[in-house]
DNA sequence: GCATAAACGAGACGGTACGTCCAGTCTTGTC
DNA sequence: GACAAGACTGGACGTACCGTCTCGTTTATGC
């Protein structure tokens, strides 16, 4: 099981300043927490900063004190439940993709990663702050799965080593783009269940894809 | 050229009555267009329906008189855009497809398709009458071109005929949500560009994916 | 009994020409009926003027084209009740003060007349033509019952004829303020009952004033 | 001089929690001078909250936290301006009468005084609690001139003792009513001047009346 | 008897104000 | 100096009426 370390303290660090009363590290949880029981509630927009603040029993100042904004608070909220994705080996690579596959869908169904997920993404086009931290707090940990799942089929012999190493990370990437990507489509945009049946269908598309050639 | 026929009566339709003063066909136009216009400049979390009344020289009544909601709003005013993709005969499978993924990536380069595009969806998610909405304003119009391409691949012999034809259907979904999705995710949420070498190595992997036999 | 004519036409004449649909009677009157409804449910200032014409059955244009604005429609509506007031001869100054007091005050009681007359007596304040039709439909109309009294009391012998006649005039307007503005205060103002007791003590009062001798 | 203390804590109290922001003092005094400054530009009909609230640097959401509505707000405003009634020792009944007339009419040809007295009071008609605020913070904060012209006569021979003293508030009361709501009717209702002439014979009619003897 | 022309109902229109809600900041007293 | 509390400015919200307008329809007259 991969697990990576988390930033513990989220958002805007305070100065390396040394006198005052120090920030309560319960609060953080509290916070964390009750943005992602808002979410679930109320969904993205009509989750206000002040009823988080209630919810977590802490002043509006303290959050203000820690995130920037909504933008921010949300990432750090809900980047954790994309940590909980895992990659156990399952044998061959593609019950490896289906079993990661089934994984994803199951979590867009948590209404507060589905909500957060897209309204985030939709905030930062007009945002290059917001976008990278998106990138570093979800997207780019997650491509570990990938990576992991490559180094797997390819000790299989299920897919060949990449002889031009400097190609590795792309094809990492677009994997990951493809696979994320048409989930995402599938559950959020299209609306339609990713059940066992498609997962298979859109495995086995994926399988021959791989399997076809090196890429030109 | 693709043409689809538009529902000209966008948002809330009146009731089916014929007296009194009929609505301003000039109107929708202008604002939907005030719409798009003020997307690009604020983006969708600024963007008011008071600035877009101002800009359309209507008054605000008017907007919610036809539409419910900034939601409704903005799906419709972004739909046409996505109604502009269209597929030339390229001349081969492989041709038509790269040339509809920087089509669409093109597309996506827009703030105000990117940025709605986005953010109803993420609304979406809480909300099942914006999803079919967004599903039949956008979604459903835009499969054309996967069945048109299909259509043209079969008569060149690229792709085999689907024997069972209730599956043709669930082919078509899932070759639309790889394509839309992997390039949403390779630009939204990756944002990484989508270039002619990322375009071709994609179709690659697609091309194999396609021809590698009967899904399922 | 004091009957005059009231213009049976209210508000805007239309031109004298000839040709053309008639306007309709029957609306005068469900107009000024709707209004006193609306004034007596709503009060003064949450009655609007298409929820008037929606109780009289009528189009907002029918009530535009007739009366200015609420203003003048609701003097036009509550003018007739204060024409119900009359004097019949109770036999003496005292007793016919009395009664009509008593009478006025019951008018007051009325939820349509208190809050109307008060209302456009306040926008009467910035607005000299409105002030100009109160006076004409309601105010100089009532004078008919001091005159009256007044006679009725000089042929008594109760009180002296005026010497000069010049001042005829004044005396009654004074009278006309003290009884209409002490009854008007008492009621909406300081908002005590104006009962048998108190109009004997202010009968009084009024009785030594008027007999007390030839004012300066 | 008669100086009355003011309630110094308008409209709305805050809960007598200790903790937060307390409320500044000076927005008090901007909102209620812009009041008043707005009921002399634009009157009772045309001023609006948020024409306020801007005359006073202040945001909507203050005046909403202090006073429930536009009435409050105004009764509060005009308040003081009754307080500024006083009434100095003239020598006699009859002289201190007049004065005190002089200047309530005085008083009445302010703008802000006239309108917004007038546009509460028809409130009122329909909101006992209005009721109450303007009984409390206008009328029965003037009856104090009564009260002390009244003593300064007994004091000088010109009236009696009241025997039943119980009676002495009744009394009061009427004398009260007749003199403001005289004049009250002549500036507003009949809209005749207040002058000289008028004083000295209401007060003639007035003196006679109350030296009349005991009433009832 | 048939054209004329105004009145009529319906309801959309551009505006203005409403009273509420939330963002993000500031000002207290307490820890 | 962090914290809870809550008042502060500012701005958008969605609603309600205003008074005007533009339709199609109705209804007395006068040619």
Do not use: C
């Not at 991969?2 to 390396?16: C, E, H, L, Y």
């Not at 994803?104 to 589905?114: S, V, Y």
């Amino acid at each position: 099981m991969v697990t990576a370390m988390r930033n513990p303290s989220p958002g805007i660090s305070p100065p390396p300043g040394r006198t005052g009363r120090p920030r309560s590290a319960a609060a953080d949880a509290a916070i964390l927490a009750a943005t992602r029981d808002a979410l679930v509630e109320l969904g993205w927009s009509k989750l206000t900063m002040g009823d988080v603040s209630a919810r977590a029993g802490v002043a509006k100042t303290t959050l203000y004190r820690r995130w920037a904004g909504k933008n921010e608070l949300v990432v750090d909220a809900v980047a954790e439940l994309f940590d909980a994705l895992e990659l156990p080996d399952r044998g061959s690579l593609e019950a490896d993709i289906e079993y990661v596959v089934l994984q994803f869908a199951e979590l867009l169904r948590r209404p507060e990663a589905r909500t957060a997920l897209m309204a985030v993404v939709a905030e930062s086009t007009r945002d290059e702050a917001l976008r990278d931290r998106i990138r570093s707090a979800i997207v780019d940990r997650q491509k570990r799965l990938v990576v992991l799942g490559r180094e797997r089929a390819q000790a299989r012999g299920e897919l060949p080593y990449e002889e031009d190493e400097s190609l590795t990370g792309d094809t990492t990437d677009l994997i990951f783009d493809v696979i994320a990507g048409t989930v995402v489509h599938r559950a959020l945009v299209s609306s339609e269940p990713v059940d066992g049946l498609w997962v298979a269908t859109f495995t086995a598309l994926l399988m021959h894809g791989l399997q076809g050639g090196p890429p030109a």
